[in-house]
């Protein structure tokens, strides 16, 4: 995993944890955060990782593609809040 993709993680991580618990996305950004900080901790700790399964490249892309996607359809649930006088 680079720097960047390491960067992204972090970034994506502190960004699902923020989800509301009401959110239809939360229970899905809980087990992509899950498994991004396991990628993230054992990278970070100089464990030797074998890139397959759950840590080769093409899952890793995919995981931070998944987190933005979850991101933006949880983003598209907020409403403005509403305005007294207007409905």
């Keep these: 995993m680079s720097l960047r993709q390491i960067e992204t993680a972090r970034l994506l991580i502190s960004r699902l944890e923020r989800l509301s618990a009401d959110s239809l996305y939360a229970h899905r950004a809980s087990g992509l955060r899950g498994s991004l900080l396991r990628y993230v901790d054992q990278t ?18 995919r995981m931070l593609t998944l987190g933005f996607q979850i991101l933006e359809k949880a983003a598209k649930e907020i409403r403005p809040p509403r305005r007294w006088g207007n409905p």
């Design 44 to 61: 970070e700790s100089g464990q030797q990782i074998v890139a397959t399964g759950d840590f080769s490249q093409p899952h890793i892309d």
